[in-house]
């Protein structure tokens, strides 16, 4: 209690002017924090209920590892699919208390775009020994609060803004030592507890190392910098010993995610940077698109951010601070266009220029806020306030950042992948989809990767033109995936499609065996709104519940619904075909043998007409009508025949099940 009554200002306290002048930074960076915070977080609201596919392969991963499974994609095949290790243990660590996997991400996505505004609120407002610290803590935040790349990505489930949040505690960390006078006296253990932002840095993101890296460099650069035409490449001792001990925990922590990585998947680098990563002139040109196409909604940050430019000319102390961002400056642009860019909205990958900007930002306006004269501090107040408004206009007519409002897609595999897990989790099925993420997630099915960033083989065997398409799209082998003998197998997008738009699906599609083994069927998923799928699905797999011999065929309901006809649940959660009389339910039975059989279903509602048909002429059905329906199969081989099933009447008739019998096998 005494601890509370020393720390918490009393009312005479509070009364008192000399009180407030003594704690006016505090009370300086709390405002920004809360006035910036608040903001980001009705910027982000705007962008609910956006969540992107690709982020639930994080959450995979998390709810396998909190189911016992460990970090793999599926039983018995370790691959890292993942390139974001941190995000998907903090995800991991908030559901083990039960929350929603989802709502998890969303609350590290808050909260590290909040740390992102702390750091830059503080860096300016505490660890500043200038005067007249307020404008640059109030405003400069908010061009991170009112960055789409910040709104996006808070809601989105991608660890961007926890690269954002790493980064900026890294350079505030960074420039607080540097703050000091001479900034290299600090002892080794400031130096080592500046690095521990850097190397969570280099947990979050594949990329994380490259970063930090360049935060080293430029903090030993700028320790021996003293002016423009400064001995870079000569620095002393002390400098080179900072360093040292400033990247002692980020290369501890990326030399050992690297030994895991080679003991638990055997890979050096992460099966997502094999997937994507290719270094041709193709990717290059996206990449510069990608940067090209950014500089337009950013350009008042930009602007803003340039005016650091007089400073690391005029100003020694201002140029050390400055001299630490300017690796990062030079790196991440063409490193960017180099990877192809990205196809992601709210364009994630400069979210390192945007903090770079926002730290440049502020050294600008703090520098022109200790001039001397009223009318200079004047200026630079409002004309940082007129970038905040052109900012602000131009964020919200982005399209990469309001197209978030078109990407409801993204939560449709929830009722997808709910359905497929109730009916076809037992059996163990195995799916197959080039959207990797919401349904997979929500089905738990063992799960291939038709564009091969969770699965080894197809990340490790490239096409020949591989680098010549969108980043992350170009993978793919036909005859590798159907080896798999996947059970469902969804082309494009969640709800599925009859047209395959990658390279696996177009190889399946042009295999004969595809068409012979596999059928398009029309699921029908009900969740917040109901949803038809549109599956293909293979015809005599035991994992879906088909069951033969040579003399017993079981066929389950949902094996009729192509056409028109639609796989749905009744009451009791069985999942059977509704047929009408213009939708009737139609399957193939590839090779009966030959003989009499007897077909009997069980269904609900209108009383139902069956017939039987054969597929070849040489090969004569009889059928007659009743339950059970009899027919025969003549001639010397298997003969394929074709099923129809439909109501009698105009009413519906839900099918859950056909049983085909042999009674006799002499023909």
């Given at each position: 209690?005494?601890?509370?009554?020393?720390?918490?200002?009393?009312?005479?306290?509070?009364?008192?002017?000399?009180?407030?002048?003594?704690?006016?930074?505090?009370?300086?960076?709390?405002?920004?924090?809360?006035?910036?915070?608040?903001?980001?977080?009705?910027?982000?609201?705007?962008?609910?209920?956006?969540?992107?596919?690709?982020?639930?392969?994080?959450?995979?991963?998390?709810?396998?590892?909190?189911?016992?499974?460990?970090?793999?994609?599926?039983?018995?095949?370790?691959?890292?699919?993942?390139?974001?290790?941190?995000?998907?243990?903090?995800?991991?660590?908030?559901?083990?208390?039960?929350?929603?996997?989802?709502?998890?991400?969303?609350?590290?996505?808050?909260?590290?775009?909040?740390?992102?505004?702390?750091?830059?609120?503080?860096?300016?407002?505490?660890?500043?020994?200038?005067?007249?610290?307020?404008?640059?803590?109030?405003?400069?935040?908010?061009?991170?609060?009112?960055?789409?790349?910040?709104?996006?990505?808070?809601?989105?489930?991608?660890?961007?803004?926890?690269?954002?949040?790493?980064?900026?505690?890294?350079?505030?960390?960074?420039?607080?030592?540097?703050?000091?006078?001479?900034?290299?006296?600090?002892?080794?253990?400031?130096?080592?507890?500046?690095?521990?932002?850097?190397?969570?840095?280099?947990?979050?993101?594949?990329?994380?190392?490259?970063?930090?890296?360049?935060?080293?460099?430029?903090?030993?650069?700028?320790?021996?910098?003293?002016?423009?035409?400064?001995?870079?490449?000569?620095?002393?001792?002390?400098?080179?010993?900072?360093?040292?001990?400033?990247?002692?925990?980020?290369?501890?922590?990326?030399?050992?995610?690297?030994?895991?990585?080679?003991?638990?998947?055997?890979?050096?680098?992460?099966?997502?940077?094999?997937?994507?990563?290719?270094?041709?002139?193709?990717?290059?040109?996206?990449?510069?698109?990608?940067?090209?196409?950014?500089?337009?909604?950013?350009?008042?940050?930009?602007?803003?951010?340039?005016?650091?430019?007089?400073?690391?000319?005029?100003?020694?102390?201002?140029?050390?601070?400055?001299?630490?961002?300017?690796?990062?400056?030079?790196?991440?642009?063409?490193?960017?266009?180099?990877?192809?860019?990205?196809?992601?909205?709210?364009?994630?990958?400069?979210?390192?220029?945007?903090?770079?900007?926002?730290?440049?930002?502020?050294?600008?306006?703090?520098?022109?806020?200790?001039?001397?004269?009223?009318?200079?501090?004047?200026?630079?107040?409002?004309?940082?306030?007129?970038?905040?408004?052109?900012?602000?206009?131009?964020?919200?007519?982005?399209?990469?950042?309001?197209?978030?409002?078109?990407?409801?897609?993204?939560?449709?595999?929830?009722?997808?992948?709910?359905?497929?897990?109730?009916?076809?989790?037992?059996?163990?099925?195995?799916?197959?989809?080039?959207?990797?993420?919401?349904?997979?997630?929500?089905?738990?099915?063992?799960?291939?990767?038709?564009?091969?960033?969770?699965?080894?083989?197809?990340?490790?065997?490239?096409?020949?033109?591989?680098?010549?398409?969108?980043?992350?799209?170009?993978?793919?082998?036909?005859?590798?995936?159907?080896?798999?003998?996947?059970?469902?197998?969804?082309?494009?997008?969640?709800?599925?499609?009859?047209?395959?738009?990658?390279?696996?699906?177009?190889?399946?599609?042009?295999?004969?065996?595809?068409?012979?083994?596999?059928?398009?069927?029309?699921?029908?998923?009900?969740?917040?709104?109901?949803?038809?799928?549109?599956?293909?699905?293979?015809?005599?797999?035991?994992?879906?519940g088909v069951d033969r011999t040579d003399v017993f065929v079981f066929l389950p309901g949902f094996v009729f619904a192509s056409?028109?006809?639609?796989?749905?649940?009744?009451?009791?959660?069985?999942?059977?075909?509704?047929?009408?009389?213009?939708?009737?339910?139609?399957?193939?039975?590839?090779?009966?043998?030959?003989?009499?059989?007897?077909?009997?279903?069980?269904?609900?509602?209108?009383?139902?007409?069956?017939?039987?048909?054969?597929?070849?002429?040489?090969?004569?059905?009889?059928?007659?009508?009743?339950?059970?329906?009899?027919?025969?199969?003549?001639?010397?081989?298997?003969?394929?025949?074709?099923?129809?099933?439909?109501?009698?009447?105009?009413?519906?008739?839900?099918?859950?099940?056909?049983?085909?019998?042999?009674?006799?096998?002499?023909?």
């Amino acid at each position: 209690m005494s601890f509370w009554k020393t720390r918490l200002p009393t009312w005479q306290q509070l009364r008192n002017h000399n009180w407030w002048r003594a704690h006016y930074r505090w009370i300086l960076v709390i405002a920004a924090t809360v006035i910036a915070g608040t903001v980001l977080a009705f910027h982000a609201r705007f962008h609910l209920p956006f969540f992107m596919d690709d982020s639930f392969i994080s959450l995979r991963y998390s709810q396998r590892l909190l189911d016992g499974k460990g970090l793999t994609w599926n039983d018995n095949e370790p691959v890292e699919g993942y390139s974001n290790l941190l995000w998907v243990l903090l995800c991991a660590a908030i559901g083990a208390f039960g929350v929603d996997l989802v709502d998890s991400a969303r609350v590290v996505g808050h909260a590290s775009a909040f740390a992102a505004i702390i750091a830059v609120a503080t860096t300016f407002g505490l660890w500043r020994t200038e005067q007249r610290p307020q404008a640059a803590t109030l405003l400069t935040p908010l061009f991170l609060a009112i960055s789409g790349c910040f709104g996006v990505w808070a809601v989105g489930g991608i660890e961007t803004v926890l690269v954002a949040g790493c980064l900026s505690w890294g350079l505030a960390c960074v420039f607080r030592i540097m703050c000091q006078e001479p900034p290299y006296t600090p002892r080794r253990t400031s130096w080592i507890l500046a690095g521990i932002p850097l190397a969570l840095l280099c947990l979050t993101r594949g990329d994380g190392p490259l970063m930090a890296g360049c935060v080293g460099i430029g903090v030993l650069i700028a320790l021996h910098t003293k002016g423009l035409g400064g001995r870079i490449w000569r620095p002393r001792l002390g400098a080179i010993l900072a360093s040292v001990w400033l990247m002692l925990i980020p290369v501890s922590v990326s030399l050992a995610q690297l030994g895991f990585r080679l003991w638990y998947y055997g890979a050096w680098v992460p099966n997502t940077a094999s997937a994507k990563v290719s270094f041709t002139a193709d990717r290059f040109l996206l990449g510069c698109d990608y940067l090209k196409n950014a500089l337009a909604p950013n350009k008042a940050l930009i602007a803003i951010a340039l005016s650091a430019l007089i400073p690391l000319i005029a100003d020694p102390k201002a140029r050390s601070r400055l001299w630490v961002m300017v690796p990062l400056a030079i790196v991440i642009p063409p490193y960017v266009a180099s990877i192809g860019g990205d196809f992601f909205p709210g364009r994630r990958h400069i979210v390192v220029l945007i903090v770079l900007a926002a730290f440049a930002a502020g050294e600008g306006i703090q520098w022109m806020m200790r001039r001397k004269k009223p009318a200079t501090r004047t200026w630079a107040v409002w004309a940082t306030i007129a970038c905040l408004g052109l900012f602000l206009s131009d964020q919200m007519h982005d399209n990469e950042n309001t197209v978030t409002q078109r990407y409801g897609w993204t939560l449709e595999g929830e009722s997808i992948g709910n359905l497929f897990r109730k009916h076809f989790g037992p059996t163990d099925a195995r799916l197959a989809v080039d959207a990797a993420g919401c349904t997979p997630y929500h089905s738990q099915l063992t799960t291939i990767d038709m564009l091969g960033l969770n699965d080894r083989y197809l990340a490790t065997h490239p096409p020949p033109d591989w680098g010549k398409r969108n980043v992350g799209h170009d993978l793919g082998d036909g005859k590798y995936v159907l080896g798999r003998e996947p059970d469902l197998v969804l082309f494009g997008l969640c709800r599925g499609g009859e047209r395959p738009k990658y390279r696996s699906g177009h190889e399946m599609r042009s295999d004969r065996s595809f068409s012979t083994w596999y059928s398009l069927l029309n699921f029908e998923a009900v969740g917040d709104e109901t949803l038809k799928t549109v599956a293909w699905t293979r015809n005599d797999s035991t994992r879906l519940g088909v069951d033969r011999t040579d003399v017993f065929v079981f066929l389950p309901g949902f094996v009729f619904a192509s056409g028109d006809a639609v796989a749905r649940k009744d009451h009791e959660g069985r999942l059977g075909v509704v047929t009408t009389a213009s939708s009737p339910g139609k399957t193939t039975v590839r090779k009966l043998m030959p003989g009499k059989w007897e077909a009997e279903a069980l269904s609900i509602g209108e009383p139902l007409f069956m017939s039987v048909s054969p597929r070849r002429q040489e090969a004569v059905s009889s059928s007659a009508t009743g339950d059970p329906l009899t027919f025969a199969v003549t001639g010397n081989r298997p003969v394929d025949v074709d099923i129809t099933l439909h109501p009698t009447g105009e009413g519906i008739t839900l099918v859950l099940e056909v049983v085909l019998r042999m009674t006799d096998g002499t023909q």
